[in-house]
Every structure is written in C-alpha cells, then in structure tokens.
C-alpha cells in the first residue's frame, strides 16, 4: 500500500466513526473458566454489493435441463464439458448434487479441504428488491415486513455493545470497515454509535502518526457551557481515535502475511490481505466488513461472443474465490485459522430466467457460503425447487429455505456462545422466537469448536446483581411489561423515564417511599431508556431495555 500524505487523509480521517467515552452501563461480563476461550474469535462480513446471481454461482446439478430451458444464453455448461460446472460433492446423492461456477476454483479447493460450507435458498420474508432497503435490511437485522422494515441500527452494532460491552472502553475498535468510505449502518449499535473505523483508502501501517498529527493543538481552556461540552466531546473523540489508530497500526506493522500464500492484485484480495495482517499482529477487532462491488448484473453477463462462461459475472467469482481462498489459507499457514470465520453475503439473489441483455433481473433467494476451519464442510439444505420458476412471476425461485438470521445466530451462539438473551438482543427476537435450539442451521459449527450451552454468555442484568451500598438493581432486563427497582435499603421517591437521547418521557412517584418500586413499561415502545431513580441519598440511573 502506498503511504498517504496529508490532504488525501483529511478529509477520510475526519469521517471516522469516533467511540463515545460514556461507557454503556447495562451489561456485564459472565463466564466460566472450564468454557473454552473465544476471545480471540472474529467474523469477517464480505458484502457482494449490487445481488449477486445465486443461481449461476451454485447450480442445481439434478435440475440442469430445467436450469438451461431457463436460461439459454447464460446457462454455464454442464460438469464435464469444456469450461463446465464444477461438481463440488460426487459423494452426495444425486439430488443433493451442486455445480460450482467455473470460476470457483478457490472454493473448491476450500471445500476439499474442510473449510466451506454451503447453506441452500438463503433471504428473508418479504423480499424487498431495492438494493438500497435491502442491504439495509440485511445490515439492521429487518425483513420485508412492516414490523421489521425499518429498524435504525444494525445487528453487528447490537452485538458487539452487549456481547463485548467490557471492551467499549477498549483501546482496540471493536469493528473495522474496509472498501467502502460510506459507514456502514451495520455498525451502528442501538447506545454506541462510534465501535467501529472506517479505514477505506488509508495506509495502515501510517495511520496512527497520521492522524495523530491533524487538527493542531488543542484549546487550554474549556469553558463550562455547551460549548465547552461540544468541545470537549470532540477531544475526547479525538483522543480515542488516535489510540485506535495507534492500535491499528500497530498491530499491522507486527502482523505479516504467510509466504505461502501470494494474493491477487485486486481490491478484495487487498482488503483481506490487510485483515490478515490485523489479526497475525494480534488486533483485537471482533467484526470485520470488507466490500467488493458490481453484482447487479442486469447485461453482459457473460460475453456476447462467447459460449463458454467467460464475462463479468465470471471475473468478480475469480476475483472473489481467489482473495477468500488466499485468506483462508493465510490464517491456517499462521496457525490462526481455528479463530476466524468468514461470511459472504449479497443482498438477494436475481431471477431464474434471463432476461433480454445477457443478463439477469433482481430476484429473491440465493446460497450462501461459510468459510472456516471451526465450519463443518457440506451442505445445509436441499437444492433450490426450479418448478416453481414460472412465468407467472417471471421466473422467480422464492422459497427460503434459512432466513439470514439463522445463519449469524447459529455463528453468533455455537461459535462466540451469545445467550438467548443476546441474540434477541441482537436481532430484536424477531427471526426466530427465541427457541433458537430448534432453528440453528444444524452442524454449521464443528463439534470440538461448538460452545457448550452452559457456557453461554449472558451479559444482561439479572435479579441476581445486587449490589452493596447505595446502588440500584433494575430487573428484569429487558422486560416485557413492568420493571421493578431495589435500592438495599434507600427510600425510593421517584423513577423517571427518559429516551436514550435523553428527552424525558414520564415519571412515577413512589407513596410508600420504599426501597422496592415496580413500574409499568407496556406503554413504551421497544428500545433502550434511562431511568432515573431518586432515593434518599441522591439520584441514580440505569439503562434499561424494553421488548415484546
């Protein structure tokens, strides 16, 4: 990577997402010292921007006459012919069989080698085909439905300020955001909105005296005012992103990359070959978001002078099986393999048939694949249905198999040990009604890597978290419909309610003055509020959550 000088970093630098110094209170850290140790685990999200074409990156092996009645001048050809499919699995049975694009060589490889698993018919209720609404919705966790259509912040963001809210004061961002300059909503957490960098375009191993030397020299003295607050903010935020930056650097200048491995020059191979270097320098990062575009393949496909499957479609699968073969082998060749899994996804998949421009259209469902050498090699579900591809609905597959969801929680619980209560947290409870047990994608996570129920981590206050002296416990929380305040002893007056942006809402006063008091929440809407408990010896807040 060449160095960045002064002005190019400017303006990027002060785009970055900044990490707020109150520290989000509601959590805490629990565990047991017979668990296995995860906090070395990390995802790493590669966003297939514009809906890739699921339908050419893995064909149904059993329905090929179907599949190129549909599409007969894009259809790829058939295993065993020249520049044909791949056949990743000839030990399944037949209609289990599946062809790789032949551009998917890298996955091939990964799979024989146990690392790629395959998850059939992947989207969501209610398809929404914008590209816009529907990587959002993908990023916050939502769906087609009006309930869940328009959430304001993103799954990765939820997970990461309860999961690892010990670490929200961390000298490490907790998320790490490459090949795009716009921030990503899936990192905008529901409390904190500054756990994650946005590093697109800068030089990692710099970074730190970069932006550690820009904006000048602060202001001596403060004025006590909202001016001075504001002034303020920005310092402290200043001051934590030059310790992210000092982080990031760092760790990639200690990191190195695995002479094994020689990575393609392309932006994704790039992008992970940086991510590599983060994690084998020892950066704590948790989540990683890295992006490679030009998915939206409405033409030119494949060539118009060719039969083989030579075209644009092909150059991005070489571009992305390449970088994600490199990388997998990178973190395996520096024995850190055991600690990553990587996780492709597009925002739908694109219709059946094609359509009049060497091209597909927007569709619904489509595969996903899970890389990894904590992931069981194989395949979750059956092959896609094409019967029900008519022209009724212009050839649109629409069975979903796995909502996304499932996918992140089966890796969020088996793999980081997430309780139930945070990944109802995480995804709102809305996926899969909390019986997550009985609708994990089954066998994703290997045995000797799956975290054992008894050692979920549930960072969530519970009855149990009473505390000596004049402290308050607020339980349950989250809570459906009341909640009710101990204070040990401390005459309670009044509870107060406040959004998370503190605007007051509602207040109850305590007539007995007790040192217990329940309040009604089934009025509030679901989210995070402050409450405010006035006792004897002073006033005190909690941060608490409501739900359905």
Partial sequence: MKRRNFIQLTASASALSLLPTEVFALFKSAGMTTCPDVNAKKIVLIQLSGANDGLNTLVPLNQYDAYASLRPNIKLNNVGASNGLINLDTTLALENQVGLHPSLTGFKSLYDSGFMRVIQGVGYPSQDKSHFKSTDL??????GTQANNNLESGWMGRFLESYYSNFLTADFPLGIQLGSSDNSLGFHGEVEHGMSININGQDPSGFYSIVNGLGGAPPTNIPNSEYGNLIQFILDS???????????????????NSTAVTYPSTSLANQLKSVARFISGGLQTKVYLVKIGGFDTHDAQVATNTTTHLGDHAD?????????NCFITDLNSQNL???????PFSEFGRKAGENGNLGTDHGEIAPMFVFGKSINPGISGTNINLSEAVLANNFQVQTVQ???RRVFSTILQDWFGASNQTLDLTFYDHTINSSYANNKVSDLIKTANTVPASCYTDSLLTVNDFVKGNDIVVYPNPSFESISINTNNNPIYVVSVYSIDGKFITSYKNPMSSDNFTINVQDLAVGLYTIKVDTN?????????VRR
């Avoid at 393999?337 to 996780?343: E, H, L, S, Y």
């Fill in 337 to 343: 393999g055991d600690d990553v899994i990587a996780v």
């Fill in 316 to 324: 991005l699968l070489t571009q992305v099986s390449e970088a994600i």
């Fill in 537 to 545: 010896y002073g006033s005190f807040t909690k941060k608490v959550i």
């Fill in 138 to 143: 993908w990023l916050t966790g939502g769906d």
């Fill in 238 to 256: 200043d001051s934590e992103t030059n310790i992210y930056a000092q982080a990031i650097s760092t760790a990639f200048n200690s990191g190195t």
């Fill in 402 to 404: 796995h909502d996304y």
